[in-house]
């Protein structure tokens, strides 16, 4: 399973981006599915998961501002992510596994593909 992640950039702060991220698995809808970001100097954060059944959880502090989201026709998972902060700032990458839905799904060690990280830059 190869994962590509698009659609980082730089925004001001404020402003709103779409990551997608498509997979190149024939089995996609039976991929639990996430995405995590990493800011220089930092450790890779868990931001969002969405399992095969379509259950979504965030980190506590993008609730609200993040989405995730899948299209499994189009092998795809998005990231909607509003009002932007400047410590949004990072590589965002996504992440996928076949294992059966765990309360391990916000650490990185769980998943076992990930894809190349988009870099997101929020300016102040």
């Known amino acids: 399973v ?3 992640a698009s659609g980082g950039g730089l925004v001001q702060a404020g402003g709103s981006l779409r990551l997608s ?3 190149s698995g024939r089995t996609f ?3 639990q599915l996430a995405w995590f970001r990493q ?4 450790g890779r954060e868990f931001v969002a998961v969405i399992t095969r059944v379509g259950r979504t959880f965030y980190a506590p502090s993008l609730k609200g501002r ?3 989201s899948r299209e499994n026709a189009k092998y ?3 990231l909607q992510m509003n009002n932007l902060k400047p410590e949004d700032t990072a590589a ?3 992440a996928s596994t076949a294992k059966a839905y765990s309360s391990d799904f916000d650490s990185p060690g769980w998943y076992d593909y990930w894809g190349p990280g988009t870099q997101v830059t929020v300016s102040s």
């Open 92 to 94: 965002y990458s996504c």
């Open 39 to 42: 800011a220089p100097g930092k």
């Open 21 to 23: 991220c498509t997979s």
């Open 66 to 68: 993040f989405t995730i």
């Open 76 to 78: 795809t998972v998005n």
């Open 29 to 31: 809808s039976n991929y």
């Open 2 to 4: 190869q994962l590509q």
